[in-house]
């Protein structure tokens, strides 16, 4: 039975939930950071994690999330930052606040993820998985803001690896497409936006998160202890194939 220890940052969202309850699953020991309270505390005591409120914008309290971890359970294996959100609008119609918001969500969070999570591993070695998307590869109206928070994850992600090698922290990436979450409730809610989404991805269906959880813990593992620097796009081709007329 596993007993790493890992960080999940944006636990209660789709994806993040279910993430924690894969790993929980094999008996790894979690501490789940999340905004709110409520929620956080229900997915603490259904996984038997350390739940540490947070909002993972803010690099202190992304330092104190890890160092707790540190506390507990005397290292840290693995860092995942779940934390993301959606905006779709042209450039043109973007906001100031928006595009701030847009930008310390998505990126900001992933930057303070790697910044913690890399220092509380720097001795032992480990893992950190970002989530970046499809957007960020493939040119989708309306999704400027997002593809290019999402790009600074990409390259944050392979910079990082490159930085963190000798140590053994391994960073690497998944690039979701469209997942069925509770972020993406309005589009996957919605039967005619629901079908044109999936008609983009030449699998002919959004994703689940489980999907994307499974390929999260899979760059995890230390089995995967020769994998850095990937972008592994879990997205029904959406980034890369074309499907046919």
Known sequence: MAEEVYVILGATGGIGSALCRRLAATGARLV???RRPDELAALAEETGAQAFALDARQFDEVDSCLDRALEVYGRVDGVVNCVGSLLLKPAH??????WA?????NLGSAFAAVRAGARAMLKTGGSIVLVSAAAARAGLASHEAIAAAKAG????TLAAAASYAARQVRVNCVAPGLVRTPLTARI??????LNASAALHALGRVGEPG???SAIAWLLAPEQG?????VLGVDGGLATVRPRA
């Open 93 to 98: 119609l973007t906001t100031e606040a928006e």
């Open 211 to 213: 999907e994307v959880a």
């Open 188 to 193: 996957t809610g919605n039967e005619a936006a």
């Open 32 to 34: 789940v950071g999340a």
């Open 101 to 105: 918001s847009a930008l310390a969500t």
């Open 153 to 156: 994850v990409i390259g944050l």
């Open 226 to 230: 020769w994998v850095t620097g990937q």
